[in-house]
């Protein structure tokens, strides 16, 4: 199964200056998985997907699409499809929602794929469409992630990186951008989501990666969800 | 549903397009019925405006920073004033290869100091003009020093000159809405996309596959092109080059006009241009306290009217009409 997975993560360890905040996790993504990565404040899953963007220095393996990419810079990984919606959401704040769109479809080089992405990404969020011509920090919160996502959806994303999607938004937001998420991974989309809200995450994931102070303490099943102690246990630790 | 492919509606860029016709018309107007020391003032806001045109994409469009620009035009002035004056160059020409020269050097300092970011780049590009003014004062053999470069001729092409300040001006704006054409045009494609990118926010553009370094490099590039130019044409237009042209003040004037008119737009800097050209005639009895009156214009705007004026004044009309 390795072998075959879309991400394999193999000893990575992240520092920001000198201080390591990752100590060599171990993470795989297969082909159509979600994967949730769950884990309190701090305990350095900002990080894991910084690292795997190249955004924080690491060290270690990291196999995408069976290219080891260690040496690619953060744009050339984006240009293999890895593409992440950070925990800021990292909008263009003075853009339109049109063209934050539209950069987010910066790797696309014809305009038919462009035209064919917009229309997905409306189809998903039919509330960007209304706002296109709206400049993105005018926007609610909920608005403003829904961006974040579509903009990461023009890219073209073969894996999605999502750094606490739900952080901010009201629990009824928060829990219909986390279905959404779950309406494209059925789609076939691939996606490595951070959550610190356990119970929505854990609804999607297929698997789930427990992270605590920098380090993987352990990898759950969905069916192991709903019993394991060790989750309750090293999630409020 | 097919998705209508819809362009981005932005009433503020309808705004500055009638701006710019507004002073295009105006500007042209002057070549006709101008006199004297207006057509002379116009050249300056002209020149400077193809400078802040420059300085616009690095720092408006990639929201950059330099304190360096007028090390290009000191470039631009130079060489061509030496190229013209010692070998007897054709103007066009000079300017031309000034502009190259400018570039190259650009790309030479800009290729290890724009991996740098804010306050380092900043320091990088001021410690850049301090030294273009340190050569051009002292590497007299060269320069001439503080005694300056004496009878530079005007501008022209081949054998052709333009001997006359209207004619001179009349070409100064040719070359400067080219400009602005050009900013216009690059404004709205990918590539402006990708720098306003750069400018929103680095990491998000470098996780969307934008190769952000590249992209400030261009910028760079392209405003050392635009400096030099306008340092170029500054010389051919005076006649006559000295350190003190291309000094800090010209970095002092170059912020006030570009915040002033609104930094980042297409035409807002060319407003500033025009503005601070008119004002320099206004205050022009204060001398030596010009400078001042200039930074805290610019402190003011920066406070008051972060966006420009332009921006300032038609927020100001919507709220007066919606009270």
Redesign the interface.
Known sequence: MVTSALLDVRNLSARYDRVEVLHSANVTVGEGEFIAVLGPNGAGKTTLLRALMRLAQSSGEIVFRGNNIRHLSTNDRAKLGMILVPEDRGLFGAMTVYENLIVGAYTARNRPDIDQRLEQVFTVFPRLLERRNQIAHSMSGGEQQMLAIGRALMAGPKLLLLDEPSLGLAPRMASDILSTLGALNRGGLSILLVEQKAPLALKLAHRAYILAVGRIVTQLNAEEFGSHHALARYYFE | ???P??????PAARLQIIFGAIIAVLLSALIFVGQGYLITVMAFAAIYGIFVTGLNFFMGYAGQVSFGQNAFAAIGGYGTAILCTRYNWDPSLALMASMALSVLIAGAVGYPTLRLRGHNLAMATFALGLISYEISAHWESMTQGYMGIPSIPPMGIGGLSLSGERQQLAALLVILLLGIMISGRLRQS?FG??L??V???E??????????FRYKLSAFLISAAYGSAAGSLYAHFVGFLSPEAFGLQMIIWGFTMIFLGGV?TTWGPIIGALLVALLSEAFRGLKDLQDLVYCTVLVLILIFAPKGIVVFITSLLRRRREA
């Open positions: 549903m097919r998705s492919v819809i362009t981005s509606n932005n990918r996309r990708a306003s990118a400018a929103g926010s990491d998000a553009a470098h996780a969307l596959g934008i190769a952000v980042g």
